[in-house]
Every structure is written in structure tokens, then in C-alpha cells.
């Protein structure tokens, strides 16, 4: 008696497998999978589950590149990141560097009100009429 093949469903991509997620709401990862087509039979007719294809495919539709290049600040040279904290130097000055000012596209002059709270700094920008 010849064995049966198992019929093979093309996997869910894109839009449709985005609505297909939501749609399934709280179900499993795995079960998510199944359902949007990520599995397979092995020969001996039992499934398996391609969750790994599956989470690949999620971020595609999502857009998230995971292979992708850091991009270049536009010298060439990605250069370094601002890491978002500040040391106080032995003066008792603060130091706010260029990539801050850069990013918050600051000028020589600009003002700034500080305000103080429990654990952090802010500093608000003074609109100046000129």
C-alpha cells in the first residue's frame, strides 16, 4: 500500500500574515506558526513545526532588517553614539556634548531653563524673539 503525502500549505507573508496574527490573538507562538502555515512532515509522517521561519517572516512583514549596515553619519564614519548619560567633571560642570547639541539642533547662544528633579535633569529650550 503506498503511503499518503501530506499536503503541503504555502506559509502566510506580509499583510496577510500580520492580520492572520492578530486575528489568532493569544494562541502560542507555536501554535501561531502552525496556523499561518510554518510547518512540515517529516518522512516518517510526523509534523514539525518551522517556528525559526516563522518569526523570520514576522519581522520581514514588519519591516525589521536584521541583516542590515549601520548607516554612516554622512562623513563616512558611523562614528560614536550618544549613550544618553553625562558625568559631572571635578569643576561641578556638566558637560553636554556636540552629539546632543547636534541631535537637538542647537546653536552658540541657544538657552536653556534647568529644571530639577528627583533623579534627573531637563532642559528646556528658551524660545528667544529675534
Do not use: W
Not at 517529516?42 to 525589521?64: H, I, K, Q, T, W
Not at 560642570?93 to 531653563?113: H, I, R
Amino acid at each position: 500500500m503506498p503511503k499518503l503525502k501530506k499536503k503541503t500549505v504555502k506559509p502566510l507573508t506580509g499583510e496577510k500574515l500580520l492580520a492572520k496574527i492578530k486575528e489568532l490573538g493569544d494562541l502560542s507562538r507555536e501554535a501561531k506558526a502552525k496556523a499561518c502555515g510554518y510547518f512540515s512532515f517529516d518522512p516518517d509522517g510526523s509534523e514539525r513545526l518551522n517556528v525559526m521561519a516563522f518569526m523570520n517572516a514576522v519581522l520581514d512583514a514588519e519591516g525589521v532588517d536584521l541583516d542590515a549596515q549601520p548607516t554612516s553619519n554622512g562623513t563616512g564614519t558611523s562614528g560614536r553614539q550618544p549613550s544618553y548619560m553625562v558625568s559631572v567633571q571635578t569643576n561641578g560642570n556638566l558637560l553636554v556634548g556636540a552629539a546632543y547639541t547636534k541631535q537637538m539642533e542647537l546653536s552658540p547662544g541657544d538657552m536653556f531653563e534647568v529644571t530639577l528633579g528627583r533623579k534627573h535633569i531637563h532642559l528646556t529650550k528658551v524660545e528667544t524673539d529675534s
